[in-house]
């Protein structure tokens, strides 16, 4: 446990590994790595793909790309260490959605660059990460986002503005199949070292708001478990946001007042009324937690947290017993052991959940809950919990490699 607190990911130390493990592969060196960030929602909860307020941080655990141009022209040869697994594809065949799934994340950017008529060389591409997948890390926003790196720096065509991170999304969207928001694709290349990231998800505008590092440290626990109904169930929230929007005849779940929700009662059943609720008072949330954050207001940002958890846990039902018992454990811990505030982040139905709490005590917090948490569940058949102390990094980076 402490090994894992100590072992911060580090992108030089993760550039080297990737740097290496790409020439024992392909003897020869990489011309770029490209290294993406993975990120956390600090606040926003599922409001992403309502044109909703979300607040990303990126993290200092990484995708690492290395890629050179390959000597068969045309041909795109990709490796992923933590699948142990490659694949092959030919540039002039059309691209399409093909097993095994993590390929589609790949898949899905090549595509996007060719539809736009970037012509490719032929590439070796070795993947490499520290990013936990599938714990609400976003580590598939940040390989398809890494993949975007260097396909531009193979290309030497530059995206500009937002089209890197729509390419993406729109990669996950028809290759993985995952209806996703906006906000991971836009966290992941836009963050900035030291800030949270205000989104917009409407106007898609953003605003860098500092994070007090001096004083403040995010923890970040997995629970390592993940509910088989996880994206059944997101799918679901999704078309009921949607049908509640046509129902009431708005664009999209942003434009729902205190007022008009108020006058709908008659209009939507008891479950969708909740859904919408959520959505509004999270809204209203994110602000005020940017709002407490800037005026150093901890303990009301915290609060914002657990409120935020509630509401996930009871109005839009997206949490579980594992997530509410590390919340409880943070609530236990409370503003006397350093803890401010806690709650789910991500999809839910498992996953990751993130906790404010004073730096100084940071590593002792995450000791205590983690362990508590295992002792209490080693009679049960669940994962064992592990956390960290997140750093905030950079979003996503290419750097060209020194020849020789
Ligand atoms: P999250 O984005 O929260 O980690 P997702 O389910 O959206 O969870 O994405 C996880 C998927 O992304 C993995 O199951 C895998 O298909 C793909 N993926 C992420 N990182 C890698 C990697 N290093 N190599 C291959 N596939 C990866
Ligand atoms: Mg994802």
Known sequence: MNADILNKGCVESGRDAVIAKFEKRFNCNPDFVSIAP??????GGHVDYNGGL??????DRHTFI???KGEEAGILTVHSIRENESFVVDLACPMSPAQPNWTNYVRGVVHGFLSRGIELPGLNMLIDSTIPSGSGLSSSASLEVATAGILEAASGVMLKGNEKPKLCQQAEHEFANVPCGIMDQFSVTFA???????????????????????????????????????????????????????TLGLESLRELTWNRLEQSRGQLDELSFLRAEHVVRENERTLEFVHYMKNADWFQAGEMLYQSHASLREK?????????????????VGLTGGVLGARMTGAGFGGCVIMLVEREKASDVVSKIVEDYNRSGATLSRPRASGFVAESAEGAQVIKCAVG
């Open 38 to 43: 993975g990120r956390v929602n600090l606040i």
């Open 54 to 59: 979300v607040l990303p941080m990126a993290v």
């Open 66 to 68: 290395a890629g050179a």
């Open 192 to 246: 900035k070292r030291e800030h949270m990231l205000l989104l917009d998800c409407r106007d898609e505008s953003i605003e860098q708001v500092a994070f007090d590092h001096e004083h403040l440290a995010l923890a970040v626990i997995n629970s390592q478990v993940r509910h088989e109904l996880s994206q059944s169930e997101y799918a679901m929230r999704r078309e009921s946001c949607e049908s509640i929007s046509t």
């Open 316 to 332: 839009f039902q997206v949490s579980c017993a594992e997530l509410d018992e590390l919340v409880d454990a943070a609530r236990q």
